[in-house]
């Protein structure tokens, strides 16, 4: 996997490079495209907002924050990875069976998991066992 960095010049990246942006209390990741959507990259992304796919320009993915370069997952060629992605279009989004995290990861043919769902249900197991032992004592 490349290395994390901040970078705004997508250009030299392929597609299929994972993205990240910050939306509040989470991130959004997605993918840079192998296209052009309203003359800018394309970002391929599974988003609650479209309800599940959507491939848009990078202008409209970054929503004015700062885009962080994530890096490549897996071996599979970008060819395959874009296939991949586009064969989820029509799927509808769960923030628990199938989010952002889990698309990249899926189209990328790699473990299929979302380390931010992960570190939710974490927070929220410990947040309820020190409920539990504040009652009981």
């Not at 994972?18 to 988003?47: N, T």
Request: hydrophobic share 45%; with cysteine; aromatic share 10%.
């Amino acid at each position: 996997m490349i290395p994390h960095q901040f970078h705004q010049d997508i250009s030299a990246h392929p597609a299929g490079t994972v993205i990240r942006v910050k939306h509040g209390w989470y991130d959004h990741v997605a993918m840079l495209g192998d296209r052009a959507v309203a003359g800018e990259r394309s970002v391929m992304a599974f988003s609650a907002q479209a309800g599940g796919f959507v491939e848009q320009p990078y202008m409209s993915f970054a929503r004015g924050q700062a885009v962080t370069v994530e890096g490549y997952l897996g071996v599979l060629p970008s060819t395959v990875v874009m296939h991949r992605a586009r064969m989820k279009r029509g799927q509808a989004y769960s923030w628990l069976a199938f989010n952002c995290e889990h698309f990249v990861r899926y189209a990328h043919g790699v473990d299929v998991d979302s380390p931010q769902l992960r570190q939710w249900a974490f927070l929220g197991g410990v947040a309820g066992l020190l409920t539990l032992a504040a009652r009981a004592g």
